[in-house]
Structure formats: structure tokens, C-alpha cells
């Protein structure tokens, strides 16, 4: 099993970046895709992007594409969120999650997909 623990939120404001990292043990992280997913207060938990085990692929949801950026360091066990063009919509609690095993690219944006989630962390951004 894998255990997941964020770092890097806070309080930002609009236009500004940030940087969330997700380190990881147990389970044989290089294996695994990764995923990150928010959820604003009443809201579902939504998908925010992912990468698959060996960093060549990857994929966004629509209301960050072009702003953030997934990537990892198999060598650190650790995936990181880069996010920029930070707006007041981006306001919301930020999970990483592990991807279950044999689980298929096309279904990687669901929260089903995920199997081991961490804690999650605030990101707030002021209007």
C-alpha cells in the first residue's frame, strides 16, 4: 500500500504560482500513475490532471488546462502540481491520489480510478 502526503498550499493571490508537491512511500511508486483532484466546498471532487507511471503522458481537466502542469521524480517518489494564472476559482481543497492497478487511460479522470488518496491540502485564492 501507498501512502501519499501533500505539501506546498496556502494563500495566493490571482495570477499568482504555486507549487504542490505529493510525496509518496510504500507501494512501488514508479509503477503507478498519479493524480491530483480538488474539491471546493459543495462541490464534487473534481479532476485536475495525471500522469502516467513513466512521466510520458498526460492529462489535464478542462478548467486548468494550459495553467497547470503535472510532472514527476520517480528517483524522489514525488509528483508536483505547478500552478499558474492562479484564479479565485482554483479555491479548493487539492488531493493526490495513486492510480489503481490496470486501471485504463480512459477512465483515469474518474475518482475511481484512484485507490489511495492522501490527506489533501487548502489552496486560496482571494477575488
Known amino acids: 500500500q501507498v501512502q501519499l502526503v501533500e505539501s506546498g498550499g496556502g494563500l495566493v493571490q490571482a495570477g499568482d504560482s504555486l507549487r504542490l508537491s505529493c510525496a509518496a512511500s510504500g507501494r512501488i511508486f514508479s509503477s503507478i500513475g498519479m493524480g491530483w483532484f480538488r474539491q471546493a466546498p459543495g462541490k464534487e471532487r473534481e479532476f485536475v490532471a495525471v500522469?502516467?507511471?513513466?512521466?510520458?503522458?498526460?492529462y489535464y481537466g478542462d478548467s486548468v488546462k494550459g495553467r497547470f502542469t503535472i510532472s514527476r521524480d520517480n528517483a524522489k517518489n514525488t509528483v508536483y502540481l505547478q500552478m499558474s494564472s492562479l484564479k479565485p476559482e482554483d479555491t479548493a481543497v487539492y488531493l493526490c491520489?495513486?492510480?489503481?492497478?490496470?486501471?485504463?487511460?480512459?477512465?483515469?479522470?474518474?475518482?475511481?480510478?484512484?485507490?489511495?488518496w492522501g490527506q489533501g491540502l487548502q489552496v486560496t485564492v482571494p477575488s
Open positions: 491520489a495513486s492510480a489503481r492497478d490496470g486501471v485504463p487511460w480512459s477512465g483515469i479522470a474518474s475518482p475511481d480510478s484512484y485507490d489511495v
Open positions: 500522469i502516467n507511471w513513466g512521466g510520458s503522458r498526460t
